[in-house]
């Protein structure tokens, strides 16, 4: 037995519409052992795309969360090392064979973290609040879960130490402001779904200078303003996610009160 093999590493990807961004994803991942995608019912071409490849398991689950529809496609991997890919990110040659070369020889590390080359309309951002984003997608289940009271920007919990991968992940994030506009909206309501189960009250004064604080801290003090006319609007409308976050946290809140008067 070569006890110098790396260890097998299934792939997972959890989807929804992505016609656009599955062809490029999948031709692209032929060192992995299992390459499972959860799907949430997509309506677009991901299905056929997805079983056009001989070494994909298109798996479709109801999608309740993030964390819920990752924790979903761990239980279904076959192996212990997980890689999670967005379908809208890309391995480049010298982080594959730094993945692969670093778990052949790892004995300490239980994840490992990677850094993020962030793409909008196919130009690289350099700042924009982006520039010292770092994930983690590389982990032995048996090691790592992820955190359920988190319905997005969800918290993978490690047991065990955490290295940091030198090559970055390329993030083709967003196609136009649109695309952009469309993601910020989802995270900020599922955010303030995320709240309202806490607990969390809204806030008048922080409905408008947390936003506020959002944008001026990502353009000025995080340099966004260096990435041009891209970074103002990659700042707007991460500080306008915020906004949304609040303002649908007052809807529930509001509807909560109003059912609650009715019963009484």
Known sequence: MNLNLAPKISVLVITLNEEANMQALLVDLGFADEIIIVDSCSTDKTKSIAQSFSNVRFI?????????????????????????????ERLTPALKEEIIETL???????????????????????????????????????????????????????????????????????????????????????????????????????????????????????????DGKKGITICYLNAYSVFVRYQELKLLWDKKNIISRKNI
């Open 60 to 88: 479709e689950n109801r999608f309740e969360n993030y964390s819920s529809q990752r924790n979903f496609a761990i239980s279904q991997a076959k192996n212990d090392w997980i890689l999670f890919l967005d379908a809208d």
């Open 104 to 226: 052949r020889t790892n004995k300490t590390y239980s994840a490992f973290l990677f850094y993020r080359k962030f793409m909008f309309e196919n130009t690289v951002l350099h700042f924009s609040g982006l520039q010292t984003d770092k994930i983690l997608r590389l982990f032995d289940k048996n090691f790592a879960k992820y955190s359920s009271d988190r319905l997005v920007h969800e918290k993978l919990t490690v047991n065990g130490k955490i290295g940091v991968f030198k090559n970055k992940l390329l993030h083709y994030s967003y196609s136009g402001y649109k695309c952009y506009k469309s993601k910020a909206t989802r995270y900020g309501k599922l955010k303030a779904q995320e709240q309202f189960i806490k607990k969390q009250k809204p806030s008048f004064t922080l409905h408008f200078l947390h936003p506020s604080y959002n944008f001026l801290y990502n353009y000025f003090i995080r340099l966004g303003f260096l």
